[in-house]
């Protein structure tokens, strides 16, 4: 049996980044990372690659000549499939046995598929993996018309990519009475939505795939897709939508249920507290599949970007040699689309502020939403001034990029707000002021 002082499983963002500072501060120790896929790539750079501003080769993150200069042994298409806490053991898909020093869990999340009769047809296409990539510049380069299911972050990777590679008509179809509704306002999303206008891509709201057919009234219920391509979607409405190409984005989930059967603590993600610790000794979680207990909002808290995944893989590392360290960030992700951009900054959940302001108009192109707590309701375990002080604890920011910086430094800075609540809808008043 194999026995390596460091285990990770997951080689992306936080589990490459944590391998290397556990070298950087460890030049012994045995390091492996298992990785069920075949490549070790950037997720942030395939929209780039598929919208063809990059080539394929730019999105790989680190050389093969890396792993053997640092000394760190990289098992590609592997799957850890299960996790024996009390022998410190990771089962391997091959049946192979791995006993670990400290683990570290960084497998990210999988895309939710699309459960419709059809669904398995050719061109039905998601956006996760390099794979999936590949797949949809291939289908979209050839595709007259466009449909993409879902709205949100994936829906623009894919709408950007369809109209880069030339797909006449793009079609999102979300069923929520407006897009984005779980991120944004109305007026944000209006915002949005003419952006995607503008540019040939039009959002119907309310509507739900109820089938796909690759002819008329023919689809499959079941099996392989024998080379049957996708060529109609219809919708629960009874709208039906020709195309060749869809690009489905209903989400991700973290694939928790070998690790919760090993006696680690999950909920919708794998239950860290504030040093990405779980409840099992020398187990760690880090990046999209870890649920932390964020120190800034006293909360658990799930997080879906890049950044958050290395500063994450950090700090794991740093307490799987020894170092102890609180994970303390107030993230923000920024990204473009078409001549659009926009952000999110720290919490931007209703249920979790007091009071939402907005700043600019659907008018001017540019939305702002910001969303303040009272300190007096703060959560038990959350830092911060004590006393009855207001802070921003998170940010919509649409069309507006000069805006994040000091809307993320408010956050981080848990700065009180109380005396400056009333002016912040106002476009004049210039945001830095709140941390000059
Ligand atoms: C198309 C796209 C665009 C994005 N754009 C941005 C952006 O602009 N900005 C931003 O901040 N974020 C962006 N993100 C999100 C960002 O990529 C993720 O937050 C980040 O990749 C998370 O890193 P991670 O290491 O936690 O997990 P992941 O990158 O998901 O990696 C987890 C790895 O673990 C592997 N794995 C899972 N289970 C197992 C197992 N049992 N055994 C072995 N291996 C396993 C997976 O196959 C995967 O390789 C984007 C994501 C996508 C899909």
Redesign the pocket.
């Known amino acids: 049996m194999r026995n390596v002082d460091y285990l990770i ?9 944590a391998a290397e500072v556990i070298r950087s501060r460890n030049g012994e120790g045995s390091i492996t990372i ?4 075949e490549e ?1 790539y ?3 750079l ?2 780039f690659y ?1 919208r063809n501003k990059i080539k394929r080769e730019q999105v790989f993150l680190k050389t093969p000549d890396w792993y053997k200069q640092k000394n760190i042994e990289l098992l590609k298409k ?4 299960g996790l024996n806490c009390a022998d410190h053991l990771i089962t ?2 091959d049946g192979e046995e791995i006993q670990y020093g400290k683990l570290l869990i ?5 895309v939710i598929r699309l459960d419709a009769a059809g669904s398995q047809l050719e061109n039905i296409l998601y ?3 390099l794979e ?2 590949d797949k949809v510049i291939k289908a979209a380069s050839s595709a007259k018309a466009g449909v993409i299911v879902g709205g949100g ?2 829906s623009l ?1 894919f709408a950007t990519c369809f109209k880069a590679n030339n797909v006449g008509e793009v079609t999102i179809l979300v069923k929520e009475p407006y897009f984005w509704a779980n991120r944004l306002g109305p007026d944000s999303s209006k915002v949005m939505v003419s952006v995607l206008a503008k540019n040939g891509v039009k959002v119907l709201t309310g509507e739900e795939v109820e089938r796909f057919e690759f002819e008329q009234g023919r689809t499959l219920f079941k099996g392989p897709t024998l080379n049957n391509k996708v060529a109609t979607v219809v919708t629960k409405s009874g709208k039906r939508f020709e195309c060749g190409v869809v690009g489905v984005g209903i989400g ?1 989930k973290v ?1 928790l249920e ?1 690790i919760a059967k090993a006696g680690v603590k999950t909920n919708r993600g794998i239950l860290t507290n504030e040093y990405l610790e779980t409840n099992v000794k020398d187990v760690y979680a ?5 649920e932390f207990a964020d120190v800034i909002f006293g909360r658990q808290h799930m ?8 500063s ?2 950090q700090a794991a590392a740093k307490g799987m040699v020894g170092e102890r360290t609180i994970y303390e960030t107030a ?1 923000s ?3 473009s689309f078409f001549e659009g951009t926009y952000s999110f900054i720290g919490v931007t959940d209703m249920a979790f502020a007091d009071e939402v302001i907005s700043r600019g108009s659907v008018e001017s192109g540019k939305m702002t939403q910001i969303y303040i707590k009272t300190i007096g309701r703060w959560p038990r375990g959350a830092s911060g001034p004590e006393g009855n002080t207001k802070r921003i604890v998170g940010a919509t920011v649409i069309n507006s990029a000069g805006e994040v910086a000091p809307l993320t430094a408010a956050v981080k800075g848990k700065v009180d707000v109380s005396f400056l609540v009333d002016k912040l809808a106002d476009t004049n008043f210039d945001l830095n002021q709140l941390v000059n």
Not at 286 to 290: E, I, K, Q, R, S
Not at 305 to 310: D, K, L, Q, V
Request: net charge negative; proline share 2%.
């Open positions: 499983v997951g080689g992306s963002a936080a589990g490459t980044t298992v990785t069920d896929e070790e950037s997720r942030v395939l929209p598929s592997t799957k850890a499939t391997l898909s960084s497998i990210g999340g999988r956006f996760r993996t999936d990539t972050l994936i990777d991700i694939d070998w880090a990046g999209d599949c870890a997080m879906g970007n890049w950044a958050n995944a290395t994450q893989g993230s992700y920024s990204d």
